[in-house]
């Protein structure tokens, strides 16, 4: 019997051993917005979160912040807190644990909806970039007058980048544009995920969107950062990585993509540090997936009318600038089309998304896409940061069918407005 017991707490410690992970025990803590909180304890939390092994701030800006804190460090940050007698919750008390569940279930969803080949892919679960490049060469297959693929680069380790141009089929030439991308940044799977739902609806759901197809092609990169997307998808301890993978240091991996833009390149909101989350990069375009990025916004500047860039979590809907605080002269056309958005959102599901401009709803930070894009001639550009799920950057796979619907919504009221601002010349 003792034995037994013996066996069994063996087992116990060895499985224990097997599924822990890097997030065990890690806590996220939800803290009021900017506005609540005073100065002082900012500029605590500035020094604090500094120690960057310990510490990660997933949001902050305009909606409340939530910061990431190791268990070591937990006693030492709850105390600042308290000093500062601010209310606080725990967001979550166990992100190794959240992580695990995620992707024990990812696992079953993968073998229960496998991509069949056939040109549709569901929201029952997350896709590898592989199966995402696979599902657009379907679809080109099966409807070759209105969808083509063309192979645009090739990311650090070489995955074929590949964009998806859907048309209504009639031919026309010479269209306006509208320029989507999605998975910038690692982690926030559910960016690509959007994309998929967009494509579909464009591609299958003709009758109800017409009207953006008119006079209109859509050409979307649904994985920007293919590198960083599959390391994220390796396990749970890559799940939060955000940048791309081409080593920028001898200790330290990755660039920020989207601080490696070459306009006003690393002159605020991004890191000179190799090791960190915002690393600029080396120099403006050191990484072959953001040079690909701005290809395609010059080849389609003379005809592209709206760049959207997918992103979480917010919710924000942002437009330029990022490197400055000043508006463009043209924010009023901006505000109206992000506004167009915000406005169907609310009415559909009663999420309340904040726009304006990234450096004043957000942070700063220059050197992004859609700041290169806007100043590239595109007249409305946005990054859309889409809401927290899960922990934050992980919505689980159960969200996906209500948070890409939400937010398709928002893009087609969105393009519709810029379809009947900016006419066909
Ligand atoms: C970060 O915090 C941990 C735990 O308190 C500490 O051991 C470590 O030295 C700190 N690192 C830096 C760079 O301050
Ligand atoms: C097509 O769009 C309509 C209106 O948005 C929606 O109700 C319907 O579910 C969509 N159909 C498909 C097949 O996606
Ligand atoms: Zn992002």
């Known amino acids: 019997m003792s034995v037994l017991w013996l066996v069994l707490a063996l087992s116990c410690l060895v499985l224990q051993q097997v599924q822990s992970n ?50 070591e460090e937990q006693l030492n940050f709850v105390q600042l807190l308290d000093g500062h007698s601010l209310n606080y919750r725990v967001l979550n008390s166990n992100v190794g644990r959240t992580l695990r569940r995620q992707f ?44 083509f693929v063309k192979t645009v680069g090739r990311s650090y380790e070489r995955r074929l980048m590949k964009t998806v141009t859907i048309t209504n089929g009639d031919g026309r030439r010479n269209k306006n544009v509208i320029l989507v991308d999605g998975g910038f940044h690692a982690r926030e799977w559910i960016s690509p995920a959007t994309v998929v739902y967009l494509i579909d609806e464009l591609v299958n759901n003709l009758s109800e969107n017409a009207d953006l197809l008119l006079d209109y092609d859509w050409v979307i990169l649904p994985v920007v950062n293919p590198d960083g997307y599959e390391y994220t998808q390796l396990s749970e301890d890559t799940r939060m990585w955000r940048k791309t993978r081409k080593p920028s240091s001898a200790d330290c991996i990755g660039t920020d ?9 690393n002159e605020g909101g991004a890191s000179d540090n190799p090791c960190a989350d915002t690393y600029a990069g080396s120099n403006a375009f050191s990484e072959p997936e953001a040079q690909v990025v701005s290809d395609l916004i010059h080849s389609h500047a003379a005809r592209g009318k709206m760049y959207l860039t997918l992103h979480s979590f917010g919710p924000y809907i942002l437009y330029p600038w990022g490197w400055t605080s000043d508006l463009p002269d043209t924010v009023a056309d ?26 004043n709803k957000l942070y700063v930070a220059a050197g992004a896409s859609d700041d290169y ?30 948070m890409v619907k939400e937010t398709f ?17």
Request: glycine share 8%; net charge neutral; aromatic share 12%.
């Open 22 to 71: 890097k997030y065990e025990g890690y806590k996220i803590y939800e803290l009021p917005k900017a506005k609540a909180r005073s100065a002082v304890l900012d500029q605590a939390l500035a020094v604090l979160s500094m120690n960057d092994t310990h510490y990660e701030v997933f949001s902050s800006g305009s909606q409340p912040a939530r910061i990431m804190v190791h268990p």
């Open 104 to 147: 024990a279930t990812d696992r079953k969803l993968r073998n229960k909806f496998p991509y069949r080949g056939n040109g549709r892919l569901g929201t029952e679960r997350f896709y590898s970039h592989g199966e995402i490049n696979q599902y657009i060469e379907d679809l080109a297959q099966e409807q070759p007058r209105r969808v």
């Open 257 to 265: 993509p989207n601080r490696n833009f070459d306009f006003h390149w």
């Open 334 to 359: 901006l505000h109206e089309v992000a506004q167009a958005g915000f406005d169907a959102i609310l009415a559909d599901t009663g999420t309340f998304y904040e726009i304006g401009s990234s450096t």
């Open 373 to 402: 894009a806007f100043n590239a001639g595109f007249p409305i550009s946005f990054t859309m940061e889409l809401p927290p799920g899960g922990t934050g950057f992980d919505p689980p796979a159960s969200a996906i069918d209500r």
């Open 409 to 425: 919504v928002g893009i087609a009221a969105m393009a519709r407005k810029v379809v009947q601002k900016y006419p066909l010349a």
